[in-house]
């Protein structure tokens, strides 16, 4: 059973990076969307259960 995946990301080749990373670990990626807004719709029209990570990094 694989396990689905939004991906919210607003940058286009790091939204791609990862959907390959998370393709390679047996994860089905639904889509890549840049915002959270869109990300929102997409998971209450697949009625599918999420959750929002949001990971800040500070730049030296």
């Not at 959907?19 to 209450?44: C, F, Q, R, W």
Request: aromatic content about 8%; proline content about 2%.
């Amino acid at each position: 059973m694989s396990k689905n995946i939004l991906i919210v990301e607003d940058n286009k080749y790091t939204g791609i990076d990862l959907k390959n990373k998370l393709e390679s670990l047996n994860y089905k990626v639904i889509d890549i969307v840049p915002t959270e807004e869109e990300g929102i719709n997409i998971a209450i029209e697949k009625k599918t259960r999420f959750s929002f990570n949001r990971s800040c990094f500070k730049r030296k």
